[in-house]
């Protein structure tokens, strides 16, 4: 069975994680606006993790979904 997720791709979303991280540990302050932005931030690193992850969703459905950078229905010369 081919893995769903290329290892690239999961190194992507781990870093994506890992970027979230350290801007909460290192970056953003503590002021009263700190959970609100980290909560804006969450959902941006989650837009990025999901873009990744659809990538097994159209390599399994390619007539109805794209893969990144490419054209629905596209196949790769063999």
Do not use: N
Not at 17 to 22: K, V
Not at 48 to 67: G, T
């Amino acid at each position: 069975m081919t893995e769903a997720l290329a290892d690239e791709e999961r190194e992507a979303i781990r870093l994506a994680g890992a970027l979230y991280t350290l801007i909460q540990d290192r970056i953003c302050g503590i002021g009263v606006t700190r959970e609100a932005d980290l909560a804006e931030l969450r959902g941006k690193v989650h837009d990025i993790q999901r873009l990744i992850m659809a990538q097994a969703a159209a390599r399994a459905y390619p007539d109805e979904l794209r893969l990144m950078g490419e054209v629905v229905g596209w196949q790769p010369q063999q």
